[in-house]
């Protein structure tokens, strides 16, 4: 079972949010971030998924087996989440404060980039590491076509339906994902799809450690 989704960005530290959202008398910041009412069934800009290929299901990917780690950044999740029509999962994936009447004008004010990384193993297990080698999220995954990785244990907890991310490898040592989105989502298919920005929005690659 997954662990639960208020840790799927321990990548990000918050310490200090709350003093600053309290201190007031603050000038908002000009890269303020609104929340629009959304209804659960949005149409979202849809990712076109790659065409199958002949590769099984669950086939395994030795290149991908392994620890890879970068540098997250709150503002590069703010900015995918905007773009992917869901900045109503910004408060549940960056702020913390699901069911909250208001979000701060700038949610990444008081959080500091930081080291993460996330695990592939050969029998299909799929975890997190904090910046201090902390697991912080684990599930399991599986390839479904060439270059297209699910999470069926994160489907299950969301009740999203399949939630499935393109990978690409450079060489060896250099690892990039494109959350797939579908076209309409209920509510569990949006957390879901909230969930896997917080582990996989475009940024800077991630780099094997081993």
């Given at each position: 079972?997954a662990a639960s989704p208020k840790l799927g960005l321990?990548?990000?530290?918050?310490?200090?949010?709350?003093?600053?959202?309290?201190?007031?008398?603050?000038?908002?910041?000009?890269?303020?971030?609104?929340?629009?009412?959304?209804?659960?069934?949005?149409?979202?800009?849809?990712?076109?998924?790659?065409?199958?290929?002949?590769?099984?299901?669950?086939?395994?990917?030795?290149?991908?087996?392994?620890?890879?780690?970068?540098?997250?950044?709150?503002?590069?999740?703010?900015?995918?989440?905007?773009?992917?029509?869901?900045?109503?999962?910004?408060?549940?994936?960056?702020?913390?404060?699901?069911?909250?009447?208001?979000?701060?004008?700038d949610p990444c004010a008081a959080i500091k980039d930081?080291?993460?990384?996330?695990?592939?193993?050969?029998?299909?297990?799929?975890?997190?590491?904090?910046?201090?080698?902390?697991?912080?999220?684990?599930?399991?995954?599986?390839?479904?076509?060439?270059?297209?990785?699910?999470?069926?244990?994160?489907?299950?907890?969301?009740?999203?339906?399949?939630?499935?991310?393109?990978?690409?490898?450079?060489?060896?040592?250099?690892?990039?994902?494109?959350?797939?989105?579908?076209?309409?989502?209920?509510?569990?298919?949006?957390?879901?799809?909230g969930w896997a920005f917080s582990a996989f929005y475009?940024?800077?690659?991630?780099?094997?450690?081993?």
């Amino acid at each position: 079972m997954a662990a639960s989704p208020k840790l799927g960005l321990a990548l990000l530290t918050l310490v200090g949010f709350i003093a600053s959202a309290c201190a007031g008398g603050a000038t908002a910041p000009s890269t303020a971030v609104t929340s629009p009412a959304l209804s659960p069934a949005s149409t979202l800009p849809a990712t076109t998924a790659p065409p199958p290929s002949a590769t099984p299901s669950g086939a395994s990917d030795a290149a991908l087996v392994g620890t890879w780690k970068r540098t997250n950044s709150c503002r590069d999740l703010v900015k995918a989440l905007g773009e992917a029509g869901l900045v109503d999962q910004i408060e549940e994936w960056v702020v913390h404060l699901e069911g909250a009447a208001t979000m701060p004008p700038d949610p990444c004010a008081a959080i500091k980039d930081v080291a993460h990384s996330h695990f592939f193993t050969a029998d299909g297990q799929f975890g997190s590491l904090s910046e201090i080698g902390e697991k912080v999220d684990e599930g399991d995954y599986k390839i479904v076509r060439r270059g297209v990785l699910a999470f069926p244990s994160h489907s299950e907890e969301f009740a999203s339906g399949p939630i499935e991310v393109q990978y690409t490898i450079s060489g060896k040592d250099e690892l990039a994902f494109q959350v797939i989105v579908p076209g309409s989502c209920d509510v569990g298919c949006r957390r879901g799809i909230g969930w896997a920005f917080s582990a996989f929005y475009p940024a800077v690659p991630w780099t094997r450690q081993h």
